[in-house]
Every structure is written in structure tokens, then in C-alpha cells.
């Protein structure tokens, strides 16, 4: 794709409206009109530099959350940068391509695999025909094989998606990217999170914090109440470990999991550190709370799986093996680096 960069320095004034009505034209062609023409918000920004990397995004949340406003964002985004990009309601897309099979206007599918980068809007008001989800997760393939990225909004998150398809749910893994956002309403820019865990099933915990719980142990484990190093190195640093630190506060308490395959009473994780609580690494997770720990999950799958026990089912509280579908990011707020603790 030819990059075009435009200089409006001396530019004569005919020439200027010249140039914003191709750009106006461009921004049509791309699926944008109206508002969207011009959609400016932080959601979509994150969008797009999530999108310049390659990598596709999911973005779901009840109607009106602004989710088709930020996916055109994006879009608009990648247009003003000279890339070929387009937003398009997905059922109207298979409409498209549908018609092409009468005969009617070719390509349909072949563009839709190529634009450098793809927002289908509203995935899950099409008609869950099998042709239609063939066809969608045929399309998204091809575009992954391609190292193109692809933006999907629904109202549905994707085990949602997967009731809605029924027999065929299986392929609604392969619509979802790793990273999949939750548009709220009435919060600017959207807040990220990777999926919504009901209150009652939260009970008042912030889910961040719930999600920390029962996750594997750095250098550390409990001995009945009490806790001992299984490791001799402090897990940020590498110095001499001292003593051993719980990831949720212990003010916090234990949480209990409830889920329709079990409850499972989940205690803190523990991480062994040098210093104690008001010297070396240990203090960074006290007083000034330089360290933030947070458990990733690295498929939105991994995480419904841990949310409704399936994984509990095959895995005890702070069992090493669950890096096989996550790990600990820690964040140090003093340098913006981020420690990832891939393994026990
Ligand atoms: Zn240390
Ligand atoms: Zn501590």
C-alpha cells in the first residue's frame, strides 16, 4: 500500500478542500460516514496501536457502550495513515458476499480478506446460518494467516457467541484474538477487562483482586498456617530471599470460588523476597506499593475455564501447571517495567 503524506504548508486554498474531499472520500469508501467520520476516543486509539502491532481485538459490551464508535476510530485511524481499512456490519457483509453467489457485485470476500485492517461491527446479529459462520471464521482465518488484524464488536461476549452459534460454537474460538476488551457505558474510554464475572459470584471482591487468588506461588508455599521459601532467590530481584510476601493483602482474607462444578476456598499466592516489609523488594509491595502483581490469562477461554472451575477441576489452588494458561505480570511503577513470572 502506497503511503501518501500530505504537506498542507502553502498550500492555495482550492488544492486544500481539494485534498479534504478526497480524505472525505477515502473515509466514506472505509465504511465511515457521519459521526463516525470523525471518531476521536481513547478506546479506539488503543485500538489502533493494538492493531499497527498486528494484533486483532475483540470488543464487546451491552448496546451503546460506544464499542462501533471506537472500532471506527481505529479504522479512521488507519485511513488517515494511508492503509487500506474498513468498517462493516458483519451481516451486511455476509450479505455481500452472499449476493455475489447470485451473481451480483464480486470481490466482496476477497477485499474483506485483504484491507490492512478489518472492523466487523456487530458480530452475533447475523442470521447464525452454518454458511455464515463458515464463512466468518473462514474469513478471519485467512486474515490471521495473513498477519492481518481484525476488530469484531459484539454485544455478546464470546461464550455467548458460542450458545448463539450452537453446534458449530467450537469455531467461535477462532473469531476471538487474545485480546478481547469490555466497552462500559458511561465511562469515557472504556475500561479493560478481560470478561464480565457476575457480582454474586465476586461478592463485593474487585475482580482483579479476586483474580489473584488460588494462582500458582512464587519460591514460597503454605505449611498449614504457616508459610516457607521453596526457593533461595527473591522472585523480583535475584538476592538472597528473606521472607515471603501475600500477593492479595492478608487483611483481605481467603476467597471462596463458587462455581457450578464446586467451591473451591482459594488463598492468597505467595512470593518469596528479600528485604521484609519495610526494606529491599518486600516493601516495593507494601508502603509505596511500587509492585502491582497481576494474573494474565493468555486465551479469554483460560479465564472463563477458571471462572466457572473447569480448571479447578483439573488443577489444585496454586498448581505450578496453571502457567499453562497464564502467568504474573508485575508491574514496577518506579521504572514501568513489567516482571512476567512465566513458570514455577
Ligand atoms: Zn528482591
Ligand atoms: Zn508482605
Redesign the pocket.
Known amino acids: 500500500m502506497m503511503r501518501t503524506q500530505i504537506s498542507d504548508v502553502l498550500m492555495p486554498d482550492g488544492a486544500r478542500e481539494q485534498i479534504a474531499a478526497i480524505m472525505r472520500s477515502r473515509l466514506r469508501k472505509a465504511g465511515l460516514r457521519g459521526p463516525y467520520a470523525e471518531a476521536d476516543c481513547d478506546l479506539g486509539k488503543r485500538m489502533a496501536k493494538l492493531t499497527g502491532k498486528g494484533e486483532g481485538a475483540y470488543l464487546w459490551g451491552e448496546p451503546g457502550t460506544g464499542k462501533t464508535y471506537a472500532a471506527a476510530c481505529a479504522v479512521r485511524m488507519a485511513v488517515l495513515d494511508g492503509t487500506s481499512a474498513k468498517l462493516v456490519t458483519t451481516s451486511r457483509l455476509l450479505d455481500d458476499i452472499r449476493s455475489e453467489y447470485d451473481g451480483g457485485e464480486r470481490g466482496a470476500l476477497r477485499r474483506a480478506e485483504r484491507y490492512r485492517l478489518l472492523a466487523l461491527d456487530d458480530l452475533g446479529a447475523e442470521r447464525p446460518t452454518e454458511w455464515a459462520i463458515a464463512t466468518l471464521t473462514r474469513l478471519i482465518d485467512t486474515r490471521v494467516a495473513e498477519g492481518l488484524p481484525t476488530i469484531v464488536t459484539s454485544n455478546y461476549r464470546i461464550g455467548q457467541i458460542r450458545d448463539i452459534w450452537g453446534g458449530h460454537g467450537g469455531q467461535a474460538r477462532r473469531i476471538a484474538p487474545r485480546r478481547c476488551v469490555q466497552a462500559h457505558r458511561g465511562q469515557g474510554a472504556g475500561q479493560e477487562a478481560r470478561m464480565i464475572v457476575s457480582a454474586s459470584q465476586l461478592r463485593g471482591v474487585p475482580k482483579d483482586r479476586a483474580e489473584l487468588y488460588g494462582k500458582p506461588h512464587v519460591g514460597a508455599r503454605y505449611v498449614g498456617n504457616r508459610y516457607e521459601l521453596t526457593a533461595e532467590r527473591?522472585?523480583?530481584?535475584?538476592?538472597q530471599?528473606t521472607n515471603c510476601h501475600h500477593i492479595v493483602p492478608r487483611r483481605c482474607g481467603d476467597f471462596a470460588l463458587v462455581t457450578p462444578r464446586g467451591t473451591w476456598r482459594l488463598r492468597s499466592p505467595l512470593i518469596a523476597?528479600?528485604?521484609s516489609g519495610t526494606t529491599?523488594?518486600?516493601d516495593?509491595f507494601h508502603g509505596g506499593a511500587r509492585y502491582r502483581p497481576e494474573w494474565v490469562w493468555d486465551e479469554p477461554e483460560f479465564e472463563e475455564a477458571w471462572w466457572d472451575g473447569t480448571l479447578l477441576c483439573e488443577h489444585e489452588p496454586h498448581d505450578p501447571a496453571l502457567y499453562a494458561y497464564g502467568h504474573w505480570a508485575i508491574t514496577d511503577a518506579k521504572t514501568g517495567r513489567t516482571i512476567e513470572i512465566t513458570e514455577g
Not at 234 to 239: L, M, N, Y
Open positions: 527473591c522472585g523480583i530481584c535475584g538476592r530471599a523476597l528479600c528485604g529491599g523488594c518486600h516495593g
